[in-house]
């Protein structure tokens, strides 16, 4: 059974303090043992040496690899489409 197979289609509720989204510059990534963590973080407008943290995502490694492969895809999609490269 390929990975495509075992995955099922979900119905994902998304609250509404979720749905609104974080804007994020840049990501940190973090790898442990166990984990990937990802930091997301935003830079201060008027101090470029300065950023927050607006999320902190924490993954599987097996996770992480399926994230990259559709992140993958869709910069794809997006270039095709998008950018016509």
Request: charged share 25%.
């Amino acid at each position: 059974m390929t990975e495509e197979t075992k995955q099922q289609k979900k119905t994902v509720d998304i609250p509404q303090n979720v749905q609104v989204g974080q804007y994020a510059h840049d990501a940190l990534i973090t790898v442990t043992p166990t984990d990937f963590v990802f930091t997301f973080v935003q830079n201060e407008p008027l101090e470029p040496s300065k950023a927050h943290a607006v999320a902190r995502v924490v993954m599987a490694p097996s996770t992480a690899k399926r994230m990259k492969e559709a992140l993958g895809k869709q910069l794809g999609t997006y270039e095709e489409k998008i950018l016509k490269t």
